[in-house]
């Protein structure tokens, strides 16, 4: 996920290309917004992923 983000050179969550990645699957989960207004990976959502996968 996060060379997805990396491909991009605006990561300012106002960019175009954000909606697209935030509706694919699964990753919406892990996308947050920084004090700055870009799109970050949610480390802690991340860390969180295994707890949650039903098991």
């Given amino acids: 996920m996060g060379r997805r983000l990396a491909e991009h050179k ?11 990645l935030r509706a694919s699957g699964g990753f919406c989960r892990y996308l947050a917004v920084d004090a700055h207004g870009w ?10 992923a295994p707890k949650l996968d039903g098991k």
């Fill in 10 to 20: 605006d990561h300012g969550a106002e960019a175009r290309w954000v909606p697209a």
């Fill in 39 to 48: 799109v970050v990976v949610d480390r802690k959502a991340v860390a969180e």
